[in-house]
């Protein structure tokens, strides 16, 4: 396996990028000045604030989001089609921003002025037909198909070039988190060391749409990073018999599938850096996933976490999905990190949100001032 370079590079290039989220209360996001008029987001589950449904319905995929006990915590049991009990990391940087929570582009038949959100579960960096040959996933839901349902939006919002360049001027806009479903659909099916060789084209996709955005007058950007997928309840599950010297002895984490978040995030954080020479007038913030995961397994105390951090809140035993008859419930989802997978809690979004926040205060500065 390749050498992943010094542990101290990466943790300079965290530093100077994103810092870990701060154990505040999750619902504590005080509202900040708002330079910017919208956000616009594409991605993953991490992300997906109703479009899966809709995707998932239309070719007969079941799609458990759709029913309770999802929505729970903050949407009065009412499920939307997040991947949580309540809300996501891109809905308190709404509220954070004193913006509304973004409206998913495909279930929604009101304005998109305020923004939209693209992202989808289940959704990839590279197109599907990367993965055809591998498994009938991932749907066609990747970044370039979500970058032409931005192209068909895009006219319902602006009309000439000048006045699009404004508006996506005044807009932020997340890119990510991407490659979650790159790998993990891989796992099955390839080595650590034959996915491994394509985490430079997940984050040269990242990259080109970054500068396709950049295109239609786009200059803010946030670019999430990588999770720690060695922590992650599924990929635990289904090495739950790999020799004890693969997993870390203070957090239970497969160290191998760590360093493949660890390589995505250097390298993603690598071509950002390019961007940022390329681009100087756009600004482009890294947003860290892996750190403040790591810092709530690691400490689970500290965010007022059970201690059994790597287990699931809900969903099982064996194959049993969260809200399926049987499947268990934790009787504290805010005590817990991970919801019904690799997806996390509303309080862990929360924590994470809340150390977004903090970073994206130089963007705003600037989109006042310019």
């Known amino acids: 396996m390749r050498d992943f370079r010094c542990a101290v590079s990466l943790l300079l290039l965290l530093v100077a990028n994103l810092g870990l989220g701060r154990a505040a209360a999750p619902g504590a996001l005080s509202v900040r000045i708002r330079p910017y008029d919208s956000i616009f987001s594409f991605g993953d589950s991490y992300a997906d604030t109703g479009n899966n449904p809709v995707v998932f319905a239309a070719n007969s995929i079941f799609d458990p989001v759709t029913r309770p006990p999802y929505g729970s915590a903050f949407f009065g049991g ?4 997040r991947n949580s009990n309540g809300r996501l990391i891109i809905d308190f940087v709404a509220q954070g921003l004193g913006l509304p929570l973004l409206p998913p582009s495909l ?22 037909a990367f993965f ?10 990747s970044l370039g198909v979500q970058l032409e349902w931005f192209d068909s939006l895009k006219p319902s ?3 000439t070039t000048q006045e699009c360049e404004e ?14 479903n790159d790998y993990h659909f891989s796992i099955s099916v390839k080595s650590l060391q034959e996915i491994m060789s394509f985490v430079p ?12 955005l950049m295109n239609h007058g786009v200059r803010s950007f946030v670019v999430p990073g990588m999770i720690p997928s060695g922590c992650a309840p599924p990929v635990l599950a289904m090495f739950a018999h790999a020799d004890p010297s693969k997993y870390n002895s203070t957090t239970g984490c497969l160290e191998d599938y760590n360093k493949l978040g660890m390589h995505h995030n250097l390298l993603l954080q690598e071509a950002l850096e390019k961007l940022r020479k390329r681009h100087p007038d756009a600004t482009i913030i890294y947003a860290d996933l892996f750190g403040p995961i790591m810092e709530m397994v690691e400490s689970p105390s500290k965010f007022g976490f059970e201690e059994d951090v790597l287990n699931i809140c809900c969903g099982g035993p064996g194959t049993l999905w969260c809200g399926d008859e049987g499947a268990k419930l934790c009787e504290k989802p805010s005590a817990r990190l991970f919801w019904d ?28 001032s310019s």
């Open 341 to 368: 997978g690799v997806h996390l809690t509303e309080a862990a979004y929360g924590y994470i949100a809340n150390g977004w926040l903090d970073n994206i205060a130089p963007l705003q500065d600037r989109a006042v």
């Open 132 to 141: 055809h040959s591998q498994s009938k996933f991932p749907l066609n839901t």
């Open 107 to 128: 279930a929604h038949n009101g304005s998109f002025r305020r923004g939209a959100n693209f992202a989808v579960g289940g959704a990839t960096a590279l197109d599907a």
């Open 167 to 180: 508006f996506f001027g005044r807009s932020l806009f997340f890119v990510g988190e991407f490659g979650i």
């Open 78 to 81: 009412r499920p939307t089609g």
């Open 157 to 159: 919002i602006c009309r």
């Open 201 to 212: 084209d997940v984050v040269g996709t990242i990259s080109k749409a970054i500068e396709t």
